[in-house]
């Protein structure tokens, strides 16, 4: 799985966030025909629905072509997390219990029926399904189901990178470890009722129930097509898949006719084509040979598309999400474990030209956390560009010169912001070492906790910044590679883990990100945006950064 040190963009990192953390899910098999009264569909829960099937003006049927740099990893949930198959489970072929609304907000119910009852104590959660979700093959997905997707996620052998996500429920980690074979934590009331029970209240459990590797898989389809699955799966979402060609570098996908939100696709074919690079992907959607660019616009590409108002005007539909950069600093170097030398380094970069250089791509922010967060309030200062502030701090440490190396691998923009942060620094009197290498070698790298600078990144996909700091600012952090470690820092995040709110734990985040703040745990450079690009024909576009482009509602106008 990779890092929060990859290349900038959703493309690596949508399901790199908390990988540090156990959280919790279910699972499911079996069908009735006559559901309780608990799986009917509440009229509020209408308005979450993906269409309307007939928005105004919509024309039905037509192709969509999406570009991609590389062939997915596997459309099997449990095993795809690059950006390809990200989009493919999210908003494609599976229907998890709940959906993220809109741009900014938290779960509404999808293959759900209404919102989960929650227990007094905040750790059993019982859930209503729908009784007209189906998988592709005709058959009604029923609790059973969850059941069983969610253990198969916990299987060893299978060695899915989201299994740790299933740690707290009660006996998941005993079936991760061949200890038991079944979760004592999921049960099934009946067909259309989930029921949950977690070790201790978990404030990102109804997040991780919008997760494609949550959603129901049929196991007799599993165990038929075997390590085919990964490639011409079953599943419940949108559109089922009628063609996988990997010489040919493309996948198509039809209308599934019993999808459970009527109306829905308005398209007649979505076709992905890879092995397409970023420079023939720019020449394909302006000559209308593709409709959609997969993983959006890298820098190289936001260049082009954004300096021309006409091209930005055609093409580009920014995309709220929220994500963060900054250098993780290796607190193995002496000097870099005084908290005076991090904050100087803060003091000394000038965001405002940094991230003139990423095209739209990020905007200057001085904190951990992204901009926007549901329902979070600031109480953290950001750092801002004060040269002469940086220059007393490294006088105060009694640092005269600092000599520092700083990695990067060779995607965008990396390079190009290592050269300026260069000269940035070298005005306070630190010297940076650029050192240059392939991708590989560069994660490879960092994972050993060389060097002493390297740029980091990360996009929230569980709306909670609970993500950013399990994964790279705890002491026990998946992606600590630099060794950072707050006593208080620790005791917040697992208090705001265990929170009954999502209220109560961006209450505690808060104090959290002053404390990082104040001790400079990194050099907080940008909070991230989205570029989408697509064809001026494409109407009613959506997308979130977590999930990517929504097909099911967008229509064309040839």
Same mark, same amino acid.
């Given at each position: ?16 966030? *908390? ?16 559901? @309780?009264?608990? &799986? ?20 039905? /049927? ?20 690059? $950006? ?24 509404? @119910? ?30 009604? !997905?029923?609790? *059973? ?22 740690? /707290? ?47 129901? $898989?049929?196991?007799?389809?599993? %165990? ?13 979402? @949108? ?9 040919? %570098? ?39 040979? !593709? ?20 091209? %930005?005007?055609?093409?580009?539909? @920014?995309?709220?999400? =929220? ?20 904050? &100087?380094? =803060? ?41 002469? %502030? ?14 520092? =190396? ?14 300026? $942060? ?79 709110? !999502?209220?109560? *734990? ?9 404390? $990082?703040?104040?001790?400079?745990? /990194? ?11 697509? *064809? ?23």
């Amino acid at each position: 799985m990779a890092g929060p040190h990859d290349e900038p963009t959703r493309r690596l990192v949508l399901a790199a966030g *908390a990988a540090g953390a156990a959280t919790v899910l279910l699972s499911g098999c079996g069908g009735d025909p006559n559901p @309780p009264a608990s &799986a009917r569909i509440p009229a509020d829960v209408r308005r979450w629905a993906p269409g309307p099937g007939d928005p105004a003006g919509a024309r039905r /049927g037509g192709k969509v072509i999406t570009a991609w740099s590389d062939e997915a990893q596997s459309y099997d949930p449990a095993v795809g997390w690059d $950006l390809h198959s990200w989009e493919a489970i999210s908003t494609v072929l599976y229907a998890p219990l709940y959906q993220f609304a809109g741009q900014y907000d938290g779960p509404a @119910p999808h293959a759900a029926a209404g919102p989960p009852e929650v227990s007094a104590d905040g750790r059993v959660y019982t859930i209503p399904l729908r009784a007209d979700v189906r998988f592709h093959n005709g058959r009604p !997905v029923v609790a *059973a189901d969850y059941i069983y997707t969610w253990t198969r996620l916990m299987d060893p052998e299978l060695a899915s990178w989201a299994s740790s996500y299933l740690f /707290g429920i009660e006996g998941a980690e005993a079936v991760n470890g061949k200890k038991a074979q079944q979760i004592r934590g999921l049960s099934a009331p009946d067909p259309h009722t989930l029921r949950v029970q977690l070790t201790e209240p978990d404030v990102l459990f109804p997040a991780l129930l919008c997760m494609p590797y949550t959603a129901a $898989l049929p196991g007799e389809e599993v %165990r038929r097509l075997g390590t085919e699955f990964g490639r011409t799966p079953v599943g419940s979402g @949108p559109m089922r898949i009628t063609r996988y060609d990997s010489k040919a %570098r493309r996948a198509v996908f039809e209308p599934f006719d019993r999808y459970f939100w009527p109306g829905t696709p308005i398209i007649d074919t979505l076709e992905y084509r890879w092995g397409i690079g970023y420079p023939l992907q720019t020449l394909q959607i302006i000559g209308g040979r !593709v409709d959609v660019l997969g993983e959006g616009l890298v820098a190289s590409q936001a260049a082009r598309f954004t300096a021309d108002a006409s091209m %930005r005007e055609r093409f580009v539909q @920014p995309v709220p999400v =929220n994500g963060t950069q900054w250098l993780s600093v290796n607190l193995k170097r002496r000097e870099l474990r005084d908290p005076r030398v991090r904050q &100087a380094l =803060n003091w000394a970069v000038d965001r405002e030209q940094l991230m003139r250089l990423t095209f739209g791509l990020s905007d200057p922010w001085g904190s951990p956390f992204p901009k926007k967060l549901d329902r979070y309030r600031r109480t953290a200062k950001p750092y801002t560009h004060d040269p002469e %502030r940086a220059r007393a701090l490294l006088r105060q440490a009694g640092i005269s010169k600092l000599r520092l =190396n700083f990695l990067h691998g060779t995607q965008d923009p990396w390079p190009l912001l290592g050269q300026v $942060l260069q000269q940035q620094f070298e005005a306070v009197g630190v010297e940076i070492s650029l050192n240059a290498m392939s991708q590989p070698a560069f994660e490879l790298a960092t994972s050993k906790g060389e060097g002493d600078l390297y740029g980091s990144h990360l996009y929230i996909t569980l709306n909670s910044a609970l993500e950013l700091v399990s994964s790279n600012f705890t002491s026990d952090a998946a992606y600590n590679y630099g060794g950072y470690a707050n006593p208080r820092v620790d005791a917040l995040t697992v208090k705001a883990r265990k929170a009954r709110s !999502v209220e109560a *734990a961006n209450s505690l985040l808060a104090e959290v990100e002053d404390e $990082l703040v104040r001790d400079a745990s /990194g050099v907080f450079v940008g909070s991230m945006n989205f570029l989408a690009a697509r *064809a001026p024909e494409i109407r009613n576009y959506q997308m979130r950064g977590e999930t990517g482009t929504y097909y099911d509602r967008l229509w064309v106008k040839r």
